[in-house]
């Protein structure tokens, strides 16, 4: 598809367009020009095991070492591009589909993005891995037991769902299936924070995506 | 919302969950880190009016100048985040409103995001403006010509559409409703691809959202 650069090039042959194409910013660029690599971060785990408290902690340290990097979390997600969204099945499924989708134009712009979504089905989250290319996509299995993610509730919802409040809440009356071969597996459960994040930085290191 | 900081500290006060949630990354922080502010450049216009040759231009243009900045466009919307949608008024509207909330994402990530769609109908465009906060969207209308663009005709579309065989096709056989007060109104039916970029650049120097 070539396009034209306008008024006084319109008559000029396909190879100014094609000019105009090359000069378009790539990953590859995007990567040399900051010095590290784009990649999918994508965090998934029952509620209360800690995604997004590890996700926000990691981007921070990215952002320390002067990275560019972005969280994808229900706060931004579920109000926003989602919001016409429930939780049935299918919505769920549209869901998980959409962030995979936007975590790619993220990959794409040269930004290390980390999703932090319950994301219980391996089928939606292989769906999400399948849209980009191999080693572009890192799942991270925030590992707590339920017994532990249970007595946190910090948000009051496994009371809520123990009490029939809410239908279908994973872990409690909607399965989590747990992923069979993450690349990184955290015990968010047993170790503290600075712990977990120090695993996922020493394997985004060991990867090549950013500098030791 | 408090959340846990994981197992050892699980037995602490909300402070310390609050002290981690002060890490959080914020736009402020990334223009301190970036010296330059972000923003949604929306360019609008008909089809062939240069919308996406502009976008990729000024990219790269912000690219050179080492800034943070993405082009989102019908190649990565329409075959990933807006696949499963047509073009009834519904799914255009759709489309338009999660093209909104997706720039949204990158604004907040502290990205210029260049967004390049035809964009016909007012109400959409201004709904997506009305998502953030003034100042960070900034309308720009490719303002060539109808008869330019269907001279021009880079995708073959016009011929198409007066040929029946695209309906509803804007300009065409569907209105475009041309911005009444965008920010930049560009005339890229006369003037060269460096003067359009060079006033859009001028444009965000002027409003203090990149550096002179």
């Not at 292989?126 to 017994?147: K, M, N, Q, T």
């Amino acid at each position: 598809m070539t396009k034209s650069p306008y008024g006084e090039l319109s008559n000029q042959g396909a190879s100014t367009n094609i000019a105009w194409h090359h000069t378009s910013v790539d990953r590859q660029s995007l990567a040399e020009r900051r010095g590290h690599r784009s990649a999918i971060l994508w965090f998934t785990g029952l509620s209360g095991s800690g995604k997004s408290t590890l996700a926000n902690a990691v981007n921070s340290a990215l952002f320390e070492r002067g990275l560019a990097c972005y969280v994808l979390d229900g706060d931004n997600i579920r109000h926003g591009l989602c919001k016409d969204l429930g939780f049935s099945d299918a919505d769920r499924e549209e869901n998980i589909r959409r962030i995979g989708e936007v975590s790619k134009l993220f990959l794409d712009a040269g930004v290390v993005v980390l999703t932090a979504f319950v994301s219980p089905f391996r089928a939606d989250r292989d769906r999400a891995r399948a849209l980009v290319a191999e080693g572009d996509f890192i799942e991270i299995h925030c590992a707590a037991d339920l017994g532990v993610c249970e007595q946190r509730d910090t948000k009051g919802l496994y009371a809520k769902a123990r009490a029939g409040e809410i239908k279908e809440f994973t872990g409690i009356s909607s399965p989590y299936e747990a992923p069979e071969q993450p690349e990184l597996s955290i015990a968010t459960g047993s170790q503290n924070l600075e712990e977990c994040v120090a695993q996922v930085i020493s394997h985004l290191v060991a990867k090549g995506i950013i500098p030791a």
